[in-house]
């Protein structure tokens, strides 16, 4: 029953916007650290950005710093993430993922798209 589902992803023009959501339900969303991660073919998936169960940490790629910021809403099991000044190079699928202690959890992904 544990899911985490990505929404949001699409097409977009460099310099445009975009927030991701991701909806959690099936387990404790509040105590876990929720991260997202990009991937594109040929490339290891790398972290984007990751926030602290209560919110108040986060932390971000050097890529995206600036430019992206995760945030949650425990009350809605959600996390999301913001991204402006977007870049041909932000193209990816991007991956919600959960974290505590030793368990965690995927999303599938939804692909941004950044086209000139």
């Known amino acids: 029953q544990v899911q985490l589902v990505e929404s949001g992803g699409g097409l977009v023009q460099p310099g445009g916007s975009l927030r991701l959501s991701c909806a959690a339900s099936?387990?404790?969303?509040?105590?876990?650290?929720m991260s997202w991660y990009r991937q594109t073919p040929g490339k290891e998936r790398e972290l984007v950005a990751s926030?602290?169960?209560?919110?108040?940490?986060?932390n971000y790629a050097e890529s995206v710093k600036g430019r992206f910021t995760i945030s949650r809403d425990n009350a809605k099991n959600t996390v999301y993430l913001q991204m402006n000044s977007l870049k041909l190079e932000d193209t990816a699928v991007y991956y919600c993922?959960?974290?505590?202690?030793?368990?965690?959890?995927w999303g599938q992904g939804t692909q941004v798209t950044v086209s000139s």
């Open positions: 993922k959960g974290r505590w202690t030793t368990v965690t959890y």
């Open positions: 926030i602290a169960s209560g919110g108040g940490y986060t």
């Open positions: 099936g387990f404790t969303f509040s105590t876990y650290i």
